[in-house]
């Protein structure tokens, strides 16, 4: 909701030079605590950690226009990131934990389905907010949107078998507790397809001013709305044809739509280059997610998926940092940050063509 509008605000702050930070400040936090997070979804259950995310939404919305100040709000952007590094870990382990095998695909079509239906009227929403009312209420509405998902939450069962209670001991964490080793293939493929989300998230909003769009939420719209169908459908093609196949059509879509971003000179260009960087995204994110799930360890499943999100964040704070400082608040310099976004999606290409058939595969 609130992303397509951050790099105008921080500009309005006097911190124009920091837009590279929105992003990337944002998934360091939240790569620092996927170690924590996957460790206490295997300890003491998914809902809390599940619950502790969400509320770091809420109270880091009500506290935006409050440090409205350079240093202030990057440090928000920060403290902001923990909840992406809690939530989604809580949330993949709770659906991986319900639902048999052969339809894990599926099933993680349909958690991403959902919320890529949340990143299509977010960003919409927040564009409209913007427009018409100060930035302010934009950071309520998405405070008190988080209330509704912590209703949810407190009423669900949780699924984790043997809980232990809470201790600051689970704080500490062994070199194996860090990275979970068996879903590396899965999660590196995935850090290079993401560096083209952290581009999109950091530079859409300049390119999408450049061009006289004026809602900048719109290119946001346009690619998760693309995404919302294919999701479903690359889920169950994954478990019947497997992960890799699935992912190598992703990421061939995704090197296009780089290049047509590259290329885009008008509006039109630039949406329909979102709707085919939407259907990479659609295909991928639950492809990786039933692959993390299909090579991890049951008792595990939590570190496994926090290694994933770790390698996700990675790419993406890497692909803010490196666009901030290729574009330089130059737009002649637009045409070479997507590209350099295609190079990094074709390694990701490069790597699932010598993956063998077979090889990274689990069946139960």
């Not at 935006?64 to 202030?72: A, D, Q, R």
């Not at 059509?249 to 290329?263: G, K, P, Q, R, W």
Request: glycine share 10%; proline share 4%.
């Amino acid at each position: 909701m609130i992303i397509p509008e951050l790099p105008a605000y921080l500009t309005s702050l006097g911190g124009e030079e920091y837009k590279g930070l929105i992003i990337s400040l944002f998934t360091l936090s939240a790569g620092l605590s996927r170690p924590f997070s996957g460790k206490l979804a295997d300890k003491i259950g998914r809902i809390p950690v599940m619950i502790v995310g969400t509320s770091i939404c809420f109270i880091v919305g009500l506290l935006y226009p409050i440090l409205n100040f350079v240093s202030g709000f990057l440090f928000l952007r920060f403290i902001h990131g923990f909840s992406t590094g809690f939530k989604p870990t809580g949330t993949s382990a709770y659906v991986a934990d319900i639902v048999p095998f052969q339809k894990r695909g599926e099933a993680m079509g349909i958690q991403s389905l959902f919320g890529s239906l949340g990143m299509a009227a977010g960003p919409a929403i927040g564009g409209w907010i913007a427009t018409h009312w100060e930035l302010n209420v934009l950071f309520y509405t998405s405070a008190f949107t988080s209330i509704f998902s912590i209703l949810i939450l407190v009423r669900l069962k949780e699924t984790l078998p043997n809980k232990e209670k809470f201790s600051l001991n689970l704080f500490r964490l062994k070199k194996n507790e860090i990275i979970e080793k068996r879903v590396l293939v899965p999660s590196t493929i995935l850090f290079l397809a993401v560096f083209s989300f952290g581009v999109v998230l950091t530079i859409i909003p300049d390119l999408s001013e450049h061009l006289g769009i004026e809602n900048k939420g719109l290119f946001f719209a346009v690619f998760t709305l693309s995404s919302l169908g294919i999701r479903l459908l690359a889920g169950k093609a994954s478990d019947k044809y497997g992960r890799v196949p699935v992912l190598r059509v992703a990421i061939f879509c995704l090197i296009l739509a780089m290049i047509t971003i590259a290329s885009a000179q008008s509006k039109s260009t630039l949406l329909a280059a979102g709707v085919l960087f939407g259907s990479a995204v659609g295909m991928y994110s639950p492809t990786t997610s039933a692959w993390v799930v299909d090579l991890s360890l049951n008792d595990f499943r939590g570190r496994a998926l926090a290694t994933m999100y770790i390698f996700l964040e990675a790419g993406i704070g890497f692909g803010a940092l490196v666009s901030g400082w290729i574009y330089g608040n130059n737009p002649d310099n637009f045409r070479w940050v997507f590209l350099t976004s295609a190079g990094m999606a074709s390694l990701a290409f490069i790597y699932l063509i010598f993956i063998k058939k077979g090889k990274y595969q689990v069946s139960h």
